[in-house]
């Protein structure tokens, strides 16, 4: 398994992010916060993680959902996935927001989020006035039936 040391500085309560299982890919993020907070159903809230990274070029993390949290209680990330660059110096924030039905209740150094660290490829353009054909085309969104 390839692995890659990664520049941290914990200004959090809480220990280092680690990985639960010796398979997971992704490490749960902890709230960093003093009191339980509410989020009320469909309210975003910005919450503090303390962690700091400084990580190599064409390395990103990857900021996702905890499944059980968002099963459960709606509980997800507004952002989709957040994406950590390289060159952010700043505290790793969790953009969470409750899609549930009721208010939820965080409670400081609970587990909101994971964060997957990936490679990345720098892309540069090839203009072309043609791409290559194949079988698919432009058939898309359930093109090959469902
Ligand atoms: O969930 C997130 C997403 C982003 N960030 C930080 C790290 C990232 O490197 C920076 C910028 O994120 P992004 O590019 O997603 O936000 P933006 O709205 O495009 O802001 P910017 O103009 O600063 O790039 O904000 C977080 O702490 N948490
Ligand atoms: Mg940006």
Redesign the pocket.
């Known amino acids: 398994m390839e692995t890659c040391k990664i520049k941290v500085k914990n200004m959090s309560k809480y220990p280092l992010p680690k990985y639960q299982t010796k398979g997971s890919s992704g490490m749960d993020l902890y709230a960093n916060i003093s009191n339980p907070l509410v989020i009320k159903p469909l309210e975003r809230k910005l919450i503090p993680t303390g962690i700091y990274i400084s990580m190599p070029n064409g390395y990103e993390a990857q900021?996702r959902a905890r499944s059980g949290l968002s099963f459960k209680y709606g509980i997800t990330?507004a952002?989709g996935i957040?994406?950590?660059?390289s060159?952010?110096r700043?505290?790793?924030?969790?953009?969470l927001i409750n899609f549930g039905e009721k208010n939820y209740i965080l409670h400081p150094g609970e587990r909101i989020a994971q964060m997957v660290i990936s490679k990345y490829v720098r892309i540069y353009w090839e203009k072309v006035d043609e791409l290559d054909n194949t079988q698919r085309g432009q058939g898309g969104l359930g093109h090959s039936g469902i």
């Open positions: 900021i990330i952002n957040g994406t950590i660059d060159d952010y700043g505290e790793i924030k969790i953009i």
